[in-house]
């Protein structure tokens, strides 16, 4: 059973920074492709980056040049460095990871709060 933990969420004040975590564990299998999702109050759940096992980013266009995704392979691990944070980034994030890429994300954390006060 795959399993994948986020962690480094919280509060921060606008302009500043907050690195996410999210750590996969049960599986013998390199994830793929891992990435972020964001989903804020009454908005659907929208792509923020994805990073392949190859070094491949695809970023969202609203957070280019102020988040930065990376990842360690060997722990299947991925990170999301989040800079110049603004109000409406404040969202529940939600890490992702699939052995396979382009097939959608089969496993998903449950998600850690981002909130960012004006």
């Known amino acids: 059973q795959v399993q994948l933990v986020e962690s480094g969420g919280g509060l921060v004040q606008a302009g500043g920074s907050l690195r996410l975590s999210c750590a996969a564990s049960?599986?013998?299998?390199?994830?793929?492709?891992m990435g972020w999702y964001r989903q804020a109050p009454g908005e659907q759940r929208e792509l923020v980056a994805t990073?392949?096992?190859?070094?491949?980013?695809n970023y969202a266009d609203s957070v280019k040049g102020r988040f930065a995704i990376s990842r360690d392979n060997a722990k299947n691990t991925v990170y999301l460095q989040m800079n110049s944070l603004k109000p409406e980034d404040t969202a529940v994030y939600y890490c992702?990871?699939?052995?396979?890429?382009?097939?959608?994300?089969?496993?998903w954390g449950k998600g850690t709060l981002v909130t960012v006060s004006s």
């Open positions: 992702a990871a699939d052995r396979w890429i382009g097939a959608g994300m089969t496993y």
């Open positions: 049960g599986s013998i299998f390199i994830m793929n492709i």
């Open positions: 990073m392949s096992s190859g070094g491949s980013t």
